[in-house]
């Protein structure tokens, strides 16, 4: 059979990648639906060789829809995902809206699969960009030596902050580079040739709540609450995949060896791992526009005789977005 798949946020950075993505892995769409906000309503977007016009969110009728995959925002996700689901569609929601509720599963298709099946509210979250990849790596770390705490200092691109992060960053380098400036707007301070140690809102804590999603989002995904995340993230001024760079304890000890095998196994991950110039994974050489999450600098921390070290990177709008959503909806129809 075929499902009628709504995508909600069709014309963003995210929405974008999901049409792409179920293209290319052949989702068995049989009627797409593209919804945006009313700015971009009568647009066309094209799936599959055709165009479909954009339709106003705020007047569709869900009834019909079998499958919605969201990715306009926490406030377009709250308002309207439950009523896609109480008109019969599953929700794989890509906001933040509902990732901490209980009775909400948090899947990542590699680490909790078999989590889809149990969503009484018939809503299933999509995880933070920076979580995804990272637990993909860690899940069989954590399975065979049990992690007790992860320090992370993420280095996340600005397709994460959506379109108007990636205009900001291409403007403002224009700019600087014809001596001219341009007033940060989507950013608090100026991105290009910069970083900034601040992603979402500060919390009373001093976290920033990208960094809690790390913590929040982890022990969720793993079930395991006893888990210590210690993140900073920072967004820097590249345009897609994210970077880590992960110090793990586990509780038992692991060598840097079992730990490289472990991965090489592992689905979803791809080990670039070689002692040379360039032996390791980036943004541009390896994750832009692919799948896999991509470790290399795997090595025995010196300092903790439990302690492994990682840098991990992936394109956070297809792994740590788009492709996990598709990913999910792909779970359901098998
Ligand atoms: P629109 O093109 O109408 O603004 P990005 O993360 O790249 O900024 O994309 C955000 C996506 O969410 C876009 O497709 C945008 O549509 C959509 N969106 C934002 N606000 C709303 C809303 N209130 N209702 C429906 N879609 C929305």
Redesign the pocket.
Known sequence: RTYTVAI????????EAMLAILEERDFPVGKLVA???E??AGEDITFRKRAITVQD??TFDPAGVDIALF???GS?SLEYAPKFAAAGAIVIDNSSAFRYDADIPLVVSEVNPEQVHRRPRGIIANPNCSTMQMLVALAPIHREAGIERINVATYQSVSGA???GMDELGRQTAALLNFAQLEPAKFAVQIAFNLIPQIDDFQDNGYTKEEMKLVWETRKILGDDSIQVNPTAVRVPVFYGHSEAVHLETRRPITAERVRELLEAAPGVEVVDERVPGGYPTPVTHASGTDPVYVGRIRQDISHPRGIDLWIVSDNIRKGAALNAVQIAELLVK
């Open positions: 909600v946020g069709a014309t963003g950075a995210v929405g919804l945006a906000s700015r971009s969110l705020a990715s306009a925002g377009v959506g379109r108007s």
